[in-house]
């Protein structure tokens, strides 16, 4: 069965510091793999998207995903956490046609 | 572009009430999709659809009926709401299925009392 899990439901970090969220998946073909950010009281915003070309995923405000397949993970990293990083963070994988999500990340930053 | 747009914000049912969730998107996208969001949960997917006129199940698709009129509108609809629907309702489309980024609306927060 295809699945997402979403290692450690909320992680803290200082002003600066690495940021890493952690995704581990199942899944029986090749996966396409997906990163949201939702913040307080919004909808979900693409962060990255894996669909099979590089590795090495780059996404918007400074965040990178590493697609390894043989550790079937897709960790999310940023090298250095800001206050506005401060969200949920959600891992999502597609099967067929819809999206498969992790339970989510709550990211929280301290100055 | 409005994105996806999604109405109410929030709304309060009484057991055994009906309600439509409406959901529109200007960016002529063929797929669109229902999720619900329950706390330490991620979001589920309650049904899609490929296209006017074709709608599918998704994983949680008991308590609620979807149409598809119109490439623009997916409007959800609560037939007889139970507490257990209680929920962050997200609204989403894709132009194609695949590797297409999925956009979300805002969001509809529905409580059932």
């Known amino acids: 069965a295809q699945s997402v899990t979403q290692l450690g439901s909320h992680v803290s970090v200082s002003e600066g510091a690495l940021v890493l969220l952690r995704c581990n998946y199942s899944?029986?073909?090749?996966?396409?793999l997906f990163w949201y950010v939702q913040y307080p009281n919004q909808g979900l915003q693409l962060l990255l998207k894996y669909t099979s070309a590089a590795t090495l995923v780059k996404g918007i405000n400074g965040f990178e995903a590493e697609f390894k397949k043989s550790e079937t993970s897709f960790h999310l990293t940023k090298p250095s956490a800001h206050m506005s990083d401060a969200a949920e963070y959600f891992c999502a994988l597609l099967t067929g046609t819809a999206l498969i999500f992790g339970k989510g990340t709550t990211l929280s930053v301290s100055s | 572009n409005a994105g996806v747009t999604q109405t109410p914000k929030f709304r309060i049912l009484k057991i055994g009430q009906s309600m439509t969730l409406q959901c529109a998107q200007d960016?002529?996208?063929?797929?669109m999709y229902w999720y619900r969001q329950d706390p330490g949960m991620g979001l589920k997917l309650i049904y899609y659809?490929?296209?006017?006129?074709?709608?599918d199940k998704g994983e949680v698709p008991n308590g609620y009926n979807v149409s598809r009129s119109t490439t623009e509108d997916f409007p959800l609809r609560l037939e007889l709401a139970a507490p257990s629907q209680t929920s962050v309702y997200f609204c989403?489309?894709?132009?194609?299925?695949?590797?297409?980024?999925?956009?979300f609306g805002p969001g509809t927060r529905l409580l059932v009392l």
């Open positions: 960016m002529n996208h063929n797929y």
């Open positions: 659809s490929v296209g006017a006129g074709i709608t």
């Open positions: 989403a489309s894709s132009y194609q299925g695949g590797g297409e980024t999925q956009y």
């Open positions: 899944s029986s073909v090749p996966p396409y």
